[in-house]
């Protein structure tokens, strides 16, 4: 059964920092496609940063660039979301998804989804 199980998210303050973690089984990550979404309270849910499967090419919403990394880890078959200098704004849950679409483009959508992690960024 393909699977994705989320792990990290939590309360932190602004500018503090969180990692998210989302582990694969039943399949092997690194022939996918990888990507954060969010969705806050009253708006919809929009891409947060995504990784091609060919080359693992990594994209950023511009509101997160320089402040989110994603990156992949083969071995353990990993992928990981790490956010820094977080903001009241980046409240909201977050959720790692990934797809067996082959290329250099993130896909438009994907076929296996995580549950979700709540993040509240709150003084």
């Known amino acids: 059964q393909f699977k994705l199980v989320q792990s990290g998210g939590g309360l932190v303050q602004p500018g503090g920092s969180l990692t998210l973690s989302c582990a694969a089984s039943?399949?092997?990550?690194?022939?996918?496609?990888i990507g954060w979404f969010r969705q806050a309270p009253g708006k919809e849910r929009e891409g947060v940063s995504c990784?091609?499967?060919?080359?693992?090419?990594?994209f950023y919403a511009t509101s997160v660039r320089g402040r989110f990394t994603l990156s992949r880890d083969n071995a353990k078959n990993t992928v990981y979301l790490q956010m820094n200098s977080l903001k009241p704004e980046d409240t909201a849950v977050y959720y790692c998804a990934a797809d067996d679409a082959w290329g250099y483009v993130c896909p438009g959508s994907y076929d296996y989804w995580g549950q979700g992690a709540q993040v509240t960024v709150a003084s």
């Open positions: 990784m091609t499967s060919a080359d693992s090419i990594t």
């Open positions: 039943g399949f092997t990550l690194g022939n996918y496609a």
